[in-house]
């Protein structure tokens, strides 16, 4: 069995991906998405965090969480989450089929089993991951300028004079290759 090791650093800033069973595209619809933001909220009551940046895609999320100071415990975070989604869930965003080891751990076809992580590691990365995520509907052809996706933390940065509108509409945004590939 492959043994994944994470980097559990107390009240550390972290990128995450989460991607959706099989990569289905259902995590944009109405029901999904109200579904996920009730279980981000349920869970921050009991174990706090602060959403940095976020982009919401059909298949697959990326979002920057700061934990609280003496606690690195992400995992917990995304287990509970995922958990109150597939609870949640509705028959029009149902997947269909499960693997033999889906059924023998009486898994749900909702989520990949597991997320990928980077720790932050200073300004200059957190700007980075940042851009990755409010450019990465671009970068998959869902619009032509992030001001144009509407599951984003994007128009929050705007909102908040952190980023203009116009930030690289028309124009490719170069990020070096480990950044979200990590």
């Not at 995304?78 to 898994?107: A, H, N, P, Y």
């Not at 980075?128 to 450019?135: A, L, M, V």
Request: proline share 5%; hydrophobic share 30%; glycine share 4%.
């Amino acid at each position: 069995m492959t043994e994944y090791r994470r980097n559990f650093r107390p009240g550390g800033c972290y990128f995450f991906t989460q991607v959706t069973y099989d990569r289905r595209p259902w995590l944009c619809n109405q029901g999904a998405r109200r579904a996920l933001r009730s279980a981000i909220e349920k869970v921050r009551l009991k174990l706090p965090f602060a959403i940095a940046a976020w982009v919401l895609l059909p298949e697959h999320l990326h979002c920057i969480w700061q934990l609280p100071e003496g606690d690195s415990d992400y995992s917990a975070r995304w287990r509970l989450i995922k958990t109150f989604v597939t609870k949640q869930r509705d028959e029009s965003w149902e997947i269909l089929g499960k693997g033999d080891s889906r059924k023998k751990r009486q898994e749900q076809t909702l989520w990949q089993r597991r997320f990928w992580e980077h720790t932050i590691r200073d300004d200059e990365d957190y700007r980075r991951h940042c851009d990755y995520i409010h450019y990465n509907p671009v970068k998959h052809g869902l619009c032509l300028a992030p001001r144009e996706w509407p599951y984003s933390s994007f128009h929050r940065f705007v909102k908040e004079g952190r980023c203009e509108s116009d930030w690289v509409s028309n124009e490719t945004l170069a990020l070096p290759e480990v950044v979200g590939n990590e």
